[in-house]
Nanobody, 124 residues
Framework: EVQLVESGGGLVQTGGSLRLSCVVS????????IGWFRQAPGKEREFLGA????????WYGGSNKGRFTVSRDNTVNTAWLQIDTLRPEDTAVYYCAAATYYSEIDNPDLYDRWGQGTQVTVSS
């Protein structure tokens, strides 16, 4: 079964950090670019960052540079999103997704597979 499973979310105080994981199974991680998105209630899905198949070309959404870091290790079929200096407005469900091509990587419609999401709640 093809799966992407996110974990690492939870309740954190303002200023804290989290490292979200995305473990894939049923397919080879190195066949796909991995992107991270989030969606808060009543808002559209927002692109955060993505990493190419070999992990050498991370790309970030314009408003998220500096606090978000994407990475991956194909040998353990896992990708990560590090979030630093968390703010209450970061509260959302965070998703990882897999894309065949590393172009228009901020477009959620071009992703082939999605995880179920992990909730991040930041208290003030």
């Amino acid at each position: 079964e093809v799966q992407l499973v996110e974990s690492g979310g939870g309740l954190v105080q303002t200023g804290g950090s989290l490292r979200l994981s995305c473990v894939v199974s049923g397919f080879a991680l190195d066949d796909y670019a991995i992107g991270w998105f989030r969606q808060a209630p009543g808002k559209e899905r927002e692109f955060l960052g993505a990493v190419s198949r070999n992990g050498r070309r991370p790309w970030y959404g314009g408003s998220n540079k500096g606090r978000f870091t994407v990475s991956r290790d194909n040998t353990v079929n896992t990708a990560w999103l590090q979030i630093d200096t968390l703010r209450p407005e970061d509260t959302a469900v965070y998703y990882c997704a897999a894309a065949t091509y590393y172009s228009e990587i901020d477009n959620p419609d071009l992703y082939d597979r999605w995880g179920q999401g992990t909730q991040v709640t930041v208290s003030s």
